[in-house]
């Protein structure tokens, strides 16, 4: 059994399980080879790994038999070495293959991710807009520009939205994008060929460099060195740099100070956690994608919304929940309804369940008010007390699956009425006092961070 045969056995299964299927579970999978009677493939995931197994798995057996090869058993691996590798490859939406290009330096850059592509929002809405900015080539204006911000926010996404639109306007650029792990690599590797000189002309040589996840080089006292003089050399001529990371220049630790400040002197600029809106219109753009991969298949009103209220941890396990539900929904063949995504998704619910309890919520807005916890559930009516105990109460109605009365017993024993009539009352000023509306808005980042 060869790469080849393996090959002519993905042809034979892309007509017995249809197109759909093909793309999305057979395709990112990697015949390694057969030993033994076992068939061992790389699987991106393990939850793509289980799926084949438990769907396709005889299937595939079948049409590995047809053609010749002596096979009793599957084994899917999780290929980690090439996800590490390649990190843009990973996400492998069923909805778009998108075209790679690989530039000889640098890492590829995914076509899916284009501005076109990227949903703007109030929490991402700065981030895009400088990203624009600097697509739009022209004078320097600000050097480096700094994204950070958690994962799964889109930095990686901007980056190639920049790459992308720098390289549609002006090819005669050389755009170099590339994880801080591919730099530190490369860095090893010119070590060790004894090749600084090439290393330091190639990436000297760039007219705008963007490195990724550059935490990454933290702690690494070498890269970091190289990192610093590559930076000052392409600063010096003018060129433009764009850099991302988790955090914000100042905190990332065991990083130097002087490339801290350096990092700082260009436009900084983070990316919030989302908010429900930001994830409504994500989730809406992904069901146009793939409403014309699945055509006719239905899904029921409150889906979506559903979605974007319960996955709020990050984007990523947002759009890989919809592609989860779009690709079981047509092999069952079933509308989505609401009953089918809580079972479908049931692992990925449990696991961006808030973990947020009363007292947590009691303790933290009593300090942003700076209210005692004895009071939050005393008897004291005054105003500079009642009213955070009522955005506490809220809060907790919101943020956990409490019930009223069960909240009203956290706040001191209280009637659940005067819960309802809190979260009333929070629900009118949220709309009429902008200061009480800001002061949620924060408290509900930090829950939600
Ligand atoms: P990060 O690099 O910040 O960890 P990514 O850029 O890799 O995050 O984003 C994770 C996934 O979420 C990608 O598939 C990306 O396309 C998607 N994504 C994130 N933000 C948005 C957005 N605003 N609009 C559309 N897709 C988004
Ligand atoms: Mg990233």
Request: proline share 3%.
């Amino acid at each position: 059994m060869t790469n080849e045969s393996w090959g002519q056995v993905c042809k034979d299964l892309q007509k017995s399980i249809g197109e759909n299927n093909f793309v999305t579970w057979i395709k990112p999978l990697k015949f390694r080879e057969l030993h033994n009677g076992v068939a061992h493939f790389h699987a991106p995931t393990s939850f793509v790994g289980d799926w084949v197994s438990r769907n396709f798995g005889d299937e595939i057996l079948r049409h590995l038999t047809l053609n010749g090869a002596n096979v009793d058993r599957l084994e899917f691996n999780v290929d980690r070495a090439a996800a590490k590798a390649a990190p843009i490859a990973t996400a492998t939406a069923p909805a778009a293959q998108g075209r790679m290009e690989n530039d000889h330096l640098g890492a590829a850059v995914d076509a899916r991710f284009t501005f076109n592509s990227f949903v703007v929002g109030k929490p991402n809405e700065l981030a895009h807009a400088a990203a624009r900015r600097v697509a739009e080539g022209g004078p320097v204006t600000f050097n480096p520009l700094f994204l950070y911000g958690g994962v799964g926010l889109g930095k990686t996404h901007l980056m190639h939205a920049i790459a992308w639109e720098l390289r549609n306007r002006s090819p005669h650029l050389r755009v170099v994008y590339l994880s801080a792990e591919q730099f530190m690599y490369r860095f090893v590797q010119a070590l060790r060929e004894r090749d600084m000189m090439g290393f330091k002309e190639l990436f000297r040589s760039v007219d705008v460099l963007m490195v990724d996840d550059v935490q990454f080089i933290a702690g690494k006292d070498s890269t970091q060195e190289e990192f610093f003089h590559t930076f000052n050399a392409l600063v010096d001529q003018n060129k433009q740099i764009i850099i991302s990371a988790d955090r914000a220049p100042g905190e990332i630790k065991d990083l130097e100070d002087r490339i801290k400040s350096r990092l700082q002197c260009g436009l900084v600029v983070d990316l919030h956690p989302t908010d429900y809106e930001l994830r409504l219109g994500i989730l809406q753009q992904k069901v146009e994608l793939y409403r014309g991969q699945y055509p006719g298949l239905v899904i029921a009103d409150g889906v979506i919304e559903f979605l974007a209220h319960r996955i709020t941890t990050n984007v990523r396990v947002l759009e890989g929940a919809l592609t989860r539900l779009f690709a079981f929904a047509s092999l069952v063949g079933k509308e989505i309804t609401l009953d089918l995504a809580q079972d479908c998704l049931a692992d990925i619910l449990r696991a961006s369940d808030r973990k947020v309890s009363v007292e947590d919520i009691q303790r933290r807005v009593g300090e942003h008010f700076n209210v005692r916890l004895s009071d939050m559930v005393g008897p004291k009516r005054t105003r500079t007390i009642a009213r955070p105990r009522q955005i506490a109460m809220y809060l907790a109605k919101q943020l956990t699956s409490r019930s009223l009365p069960e909240i009203g017993r956290r706040f001191g024993g209280r009637d659940h009425t005067t819960v309802i009539h809190a979260v009333k009352r929070i629900e009118e000023l949220r709309n009429l006092d902008s200061q009480i509306a800001e002061d949620i808005e924060l408290l509900l980042r930090m829950f939600e961070g």
